[in-house]
């Protein structure tokens, strides 16, 4: 009996055991797991100390963009003067509040000189020491200024993208013994223009393609005193060297010639300046108010209908169309023989003066003025040509004039780049007006011009 009741106690106590609950496992001490491979790459060995973040690497920098760069705040703030000559142009308003928004830091000062003051008054600036940075320049100081160290070259600021983007015969007219003076600010050619249904009443059905056929058609188109078949500022002495200055080359004349000696007494000088004077004194086909009168006139004239044929700018088409009248602009004729076919361009130029204290400034304006929509609001307010290679999409670049200018670009001539040329250009417009006006003969008052300027100018010839 007692042995049964053992045997059941020991079977209880089994199935007791079977049902408690497992123990909870006590996990090894420090048991590291077997390293894992790497599925690519060997595993780093275990370093022996904390390793030192490694510094990231920096960026590579963009290019400089083109257009227009982000605002960049000045490490100090700077102030850019300016002077520019002429009218108080909407252009320079809206540059330098562009200029100013992107250049925090930068604020543009200018000041406006009258344009027939503004060789006084740079000649003052200049003596006593307080020109502005940047200033508006006849392309005639160029060669002065630079003699006398007032402007400073710019060519180590140019970039080669920079001198490309400038038509090549404007920027040469900031360029004096091999260096870079500047940039162009404004352009303006003068070409012939003449008036169509005029033309075609004459007996014309096509432009003169001679300077003896430009003569001829002058007269048939002369009805005096209703109209005038030519008109020039013979009034204003520069005005007389610009305005008929394709028409001198074409007759063979210049101011210096083919080695650089003053030629204004050439037998070719004195040829053109009879014909010119026989156009206004024997064929009478300039009114004698011409005499008095400046090329802005001669402008408003022709486009009342006074006047057949003259040389202007391509705004000339527009004043004409806005009187009813068409107004194109005549293919260079030909020249005579030992002559040349050229067209002038006048170009005024953006310098930058020696004693500037904020040049790299004053370049970045530079830059600024050859983006094409900032050229675009000078040419169309001045009326000018394009003086860079990239022009805005504008229907002001499609007009007759310009037309006619970029495809005679090739043909472009600038005046003589002398230190002393205004003496010269104003000498000749006297000269001429003597001759003009009947109180000397062409050959004396060109020799009396001759050896007055011998005697005036520091360097008679042209520079090399």
Same mark, same amino acid.
């Given at each position: 009996m007692k042995l049964k009741v053992f045997v059941l106690f020991v079977i209880v106590l089994a199935m007791i055991v079977a049902c408690? !609950?497992?123990?909870?496992?006590?996990?090894?001490?420090?048991? !590291?797991e077997p390293p894992k491979p790497a599925a690519t790459q060997p595993p780093a060995p275990a370093p022996t100390q904390a390793p030192v973040a490694t510094k990231a690497p920096e960026p590579t920098k963009a290019p400089a963009p083109t257009q227009p760069p982000a605002a960049t705040k000045a490490a100090a703030p700077v102030t850019l003067k300016i002077a520019w000559m002429g009218a108080d142009y909407k252009a320079y308003k809206t540059w330098k509040e562009n200029f %100013?928004? %992107?250049?925090?830091?930068?604020?543009? %000062?200018?000041?406006?000189?009258?344009?027939?003051?503004g060789p006084t008054v740079f000649n003052t600036m200049i003596q006593g020491g307080n020109t502005p940075d940047l200033a508006y320049m006849f392309m005639g100081m160029i060669a002065e200024y630079a003699e006398r160290k007032a402007i400073v070259p710019i060519d180590d600021y140019m970039k080669?993208?920079?001198?490309?983007?400038?038509? !090549?015969?404007?920027?040469?007219?900031a360029q004096y013994k091999g260096k870079t003076y500047g940039v162009p600010l404004i352009g303006a050619n003068r070409t012939l223009f003449v008036r169509t249904d005029l033309m075609k009443a004459a007996g014309y059905n096509e432009p003169p393609k001679t300077w003896d056929q430009v003569r001829d058609l002058a007269r048939k188109m002369t009805k005096a005193p209703d109209v005038y078949g030519m008109c020039m500022g013979l009034g204003r002495p520069k005005h007389i060297m610009q305005e008929q200055i394709s028409m001198m080359w074409g007759f063979g004349a210049d101011f210096f010639d083919k080695d650089g000696k003053l030629a204004v007494n050439s037998p070719a000088a004195v040829k053109y300046v009879t014909e010119l004077t026989d156009m206004f004194?024997?064929?009478?086909v300039m009114a004698p108010s011409n005499v008095t009168?400046?090329?802005?006139?001669?402008?408003a004239a022709m486009a009342a209908?006074?006047?057949?044929?003259?040389?202007?700018?391509?705004?000339?088409?527009?004043?004409?169309?806005?009187?009813?009248?068409?107004?194109?602009?005549?293919?260079?004729?030909?020249?005579?023989?030992?002559?040349?076919?050229?067209?002038?361009?006048?170009?005024?130029?953006?310098g930058m003066f020696a004693n500037s204290k904020n040049k790299d400034v004053a370049y970045r304006f530079m830059q600024f003025l050859q983006r094409p929509e900032n050229r675009l609001l000078m040419d169309i307010e001045f009326g000018g040509v394009p003086v860079t290679m990239k022009i805005a999409n504008d229907p002001y670049y499609q007009s007759p004039g310009i037309k006619d200018y970029v495809a005679n670009t090739k043909y472009l001539k600038l005046t003589p780049n002398h230190p002393e040329w205004t003496k010269i250009q104003d000498g000749w417009g006297e000269a001429v007006q003597k001759v003009i006006t009947g109180d000397m003969t062409p050959e004396k008052s060109l020799q009396a011009l001759y050896d007055r300027l011998k005697k005036e100018l520091v360097v008679p010839d042209l520079p090399k």
């Amino acid at each position: 009996m007692k042995l049964k009741v053992f045997v059941l106690f020991v079977i209880v106590l089994a199935m007791i055991v079977a049902c408690a !609950p497992a123990p909870t496992p006590v996990p090894p001490t420090k048991a !590291p797991e077997p390293p894992k491979p790497a599925a690519t790459q060997p595993p780093a060995p275990a370093p022996t100390q904390a390793p030192v973040a490694t510094k990231a690497p920096e960026p590579t920098k963009a290019p400089a963009p083109t257009q227009p760069p982000a605002a960049t705040k000045a490490a100090a703030p700077v102030t850019l003067k300016i002077a520019w000559m002429g009218a108080d142009y909407k252009a320079y308003k809206t540059w330098k509040e562009n200029f %100013e928004k %992107e250049n925090p830091g930068v604020t543009i %000062e200018y000041q406006l000189i009258p344009y027939a003051d503004g060789p006084t008054v740079f000649n003052t600036m200049i003596q006593g020491g307080n020109t502005p940075d940047l200033a508006y320049m006849f392309m005639g100081m160029i060669a002065e200024y630079a003699e006398r160290k007032a402007i400073v070259p710019i060519d180590d600021y140019m970039k080669p993208d920079d001198r490309a983007g400038w038509v !090549p015969g404007a920027l040469e007219a900031a360029q004096y013994k091999g260096k870079t003076y500047g940039v162009p600010l404004i352009g303006a050619n003068r070409t012939l223009f003449v008036r169509t249904d005029l033309m075609k009443a004459a007996g014309y059905n096509e432009p003169p393609k001679t300077w003896d056929q430009v003569r001829d058609l002058a007269r048939k188109m002369t009805k005096a005193p209703d109209v005038y078949g030519m008109c020039m500022g013979l009034g204003r002495p520069k005005h007389i060297m610009q305005e008929q200055i394709s028409m001198m080359w074409g007759f063979g004349a210049d101011f210096f010639d083919k080695d650089g000696k003053l030629a204004v007494n050439s037998p070719a000088a004195v040829k053109y300046v009879t014909e010119l004077t026989d156009m206004f004194l024997k064929d009478k086909v300039m009114a004698p108010s011409n005499v008095t009168m400046n090329a802005n006139e001669c402008y408003a004239a022709m486009a009342a209908g006074k006047v057949g044929m003259m040389f202007s700018m391509p705004i000339q088409t527009k004043m004409c169309a806005d009187n009813k009248f068409e107004c194109l602009p005549v293919p260079l004729p030909e020249p005579n023989v030992g002559g040349e076919k050229k067209m002038l361009l006048i170009v005024d130029v953006f310098g930058m003066f020696a004693n500037s204290k904020n040049k790299d400034v004053a370049y970045r304006f530079m830059q600024f003025l050859q983006r094409p929509e900032n050229r675009l609001l000078m040419d169309i307010e001045f009326g000018g040509v394009p003086v860079t290679m990239k022009i805005a999409n504008d229907p002001y670049y499609q007009s007759p004039g310009i037309k006619d200018y970029v495809a005679n670009t090739k043909y472009l001539k600038l005046t003589p780049n002398h230190p002393e040329w205004t003496k010269i250009q104003d000498g000749w417009g006297e000269a001429v007006q003597k001759v003009i006006t009947g109180d000397m003969t062409p050959e004396k008052s060109l020799q009396a011009l001759y050896d007055r300027l011998k005697k005036e100018l520091v360097v008679p010839d042209l520079p090399k």
